[in-house]
């Protein structure tokens, strides 16, 4: 049981926000401040020790079901204006856009990489994930997973990798094409109720894991890596949840 509930005002806010000017502990991805240390380093990163449907997991994609009323996702990203930001455990990018799950309208918030790719699916990782994270009016969480393999450029990100800003903190002003460009041909998925992947580990997030990966090429893959070679927070346990798949 998680005994705190985060208004989703301060969930929004802390989404939306980069790291800089909120006091909260520092976590990391090795040492004192490695994931399985997250639970102790605050009260209120409680969840990533004793939450009980934590975020991301291993997909085994024999024991999905599929769900045959599963609701198709309808994004309508456009081109704008967008802040890439060095958090200081990884790049986030904060934009708008607009997602309908459905007939139910989500905002993105903003979209991040995890190298490697967070989920796996059948124990494999890809070697880098995009998440986008969009929320309701109420503060309801969905999360996009898109894969990244080698092979072509993306040209997507094209636009601003080779500008990532290096230092914590650090912050580029681009123009951004529609972040449709970055979304695989199918929008196929697996989806389940997970978590935060990052500290304070909030549960209720949906993730909607597109099957069908796109590519980076091995230079764009490295640019990222040589500022965070390892920021993914290792597969938690299924508990009894059953990831369902929209086709
Ligand atoms: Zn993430």
Known sequence: MVSKVIPATALLLSLALPAAGLAKPKYGYSGDIA???????SPDYAACSIGTSQAPLNIVTAKTVKDAKSQALKPNYTPGS????????GIQVNLKGDLKIGSADYKLLQFHFHAHGEEAIN????????HLVHANSAGNLKVIGVNLKVGAPNAYLESFWSK???????TLKVN????????????????????????????????????????????????????????????????????????
Do not use: M
């Open 176 to 247: 951004l094409p529609s972040l449709a460009g970055l979304l695989p041909s199918s929008l196929a998925y697996f989806t389940y109720i997970g978590s935060l992947t990052t500290p304070p580990c909030t549960e209720g997030v949906q993730f909607f894991i597109l099957k069908e990966p796109v590519t980076i090429s091995a230079k764009q893959l490295d640019t990222f890596l040589k500022l965070y070679p390892n920021n993914a927070r290792p597969v938690q346990p299924l508990n009894g949840r059953v990831i369902k798949s929209s086709n």
């Open 35 to 41: 994931p399985e240390k997250w639970g102790k380093l």
């Open 82 to 89: 967008a802040d890439v930001i060095n958090t200081g455990t």
């Open 123 to 130: 124990g494999v990782h890809y070697p880098l994930n995009a």
């Open 164 to 170: 990532l800003p290096a230092k914590k903190d650090g």
